[in-house]
């Protein structure tokens, strides 16, 4: 069977190891989950061992190349092929909980965990691999050199876990980097204690200056001064956890400093 020729325009790195994929594939907890999607199967290394689960699949895949090679080689799962971008998808076609899973395409890993955040309420999980850097900085902790956006939007609705790491040479063709795979379990939250439409904007507001404290990178907010005074304002964003941010959320929707 014709191997699929890898797009690097699609960001395809097809991974070689049979028991790596069955490795990545058991780390996804199906047992309350209603269905399974898979994004960017490509050669169906990670397919071959979904397809026996009891969990209704699904396998998203815009190559069309991918679709006539998964085809051929799993015939059982044609049906439950879907030539669509994941990105533009309609998630509500699926019966929650979802559990995500995939090999994702490096160049839209994050716009993948951002879609991941605004459908929190369908998606309870997510395996994936991702640039190892993109991988640590999800699951990265307050204070640490990657902790940054990704870190704390997606911490604001998932636990996050790095499960291992591979080098290049497990996949074709080789990545210019390592990558890492995350596992993401939601958290029993599907709206948080704030505005969130403000708290979106503070984060990735304050993250945009990292090294300045706080009352300097949300000058734009234009805050009153007796507002700035709190002590929270003098600390850098990356030293903040996801309720610090709810209680700045707070601070600034509300124009006052809590008492302590």
Do not use: W
């Not at 689960?53 to 044609?78: A, H, V």
């Not at 995939?102 to 890993?109: A, D, L, M, Q």
Request: aromatic share 10%; glycine share 4%; hydrophobic share 40%.
């Amino acid at each position: 069977m014709k191997q699929v020729k890898p797009k690097k325009y699609l960001g395809q790195h097809f991974l070689k190891d049979s028991k790596v994929s069955k490795k990545i594939v058991d780390s996804l907890s199906s047992k309350k989950l209603k269905t399974i999607l898979e994004i960017g199967p490509g050669m169906g290394i990670l397919s071959q061992h979904l397809k026996i689960n009891k969990t209704q699949t699904f396998f998203i895949e815009i190559d069309k190349e991918s679709i006539i090679y998964l085809n051929e080689k799993f015939p059982e799962i044609k049906k439950s092929i879907i030539n669509q971008d994941f990105l533009k998808l309609d998630l509500r076609k699926f019966e929650p909980p979802l559990g995500i899973i995939g090999n994702f395409p490096y160049n839209i890993s994050s716009q993948i965990l951002f879609k991941l955040i605004e459908n929190r309420n369908k998606i309870d999980e997510l395996v994936g691999m991702f640039q190892l850097e993109v991988a640590k900085r999800v699951c990265a902790v307050p204070g640490s050199k990657t902790y940054g956006i990704l870190s704390v939007l997606v911490q604001a609705f998932y636990s996050a876990e790095l499960l291992f790491s591979l080098k290049p040479h497990c996949f074709n063709p080789p990545p210019k980097v390592d990558s890492g795979i995350i596992r993401l379990f939601k958290k029993n939250i599907n709206s948080l204690d704030c505005n969130e439409k403000l708290f979106f904007k503070i984060v990735k507001t304050s993250f945009q200056q990292r090294r300045k404290i706080l009352k300097n990178s949300l000058k734009t907010f234009n805050l009153p001064n007796n507002i700035k005074e709190g002590v929270i304002f003098e600390r850098r964003p990356e030293t903040l956890s996801v309720d610090d941010f709810i209680l700045l959320t707070n601070i600034i929707d509300d124009g006052t400093i809590p008492a302590y």
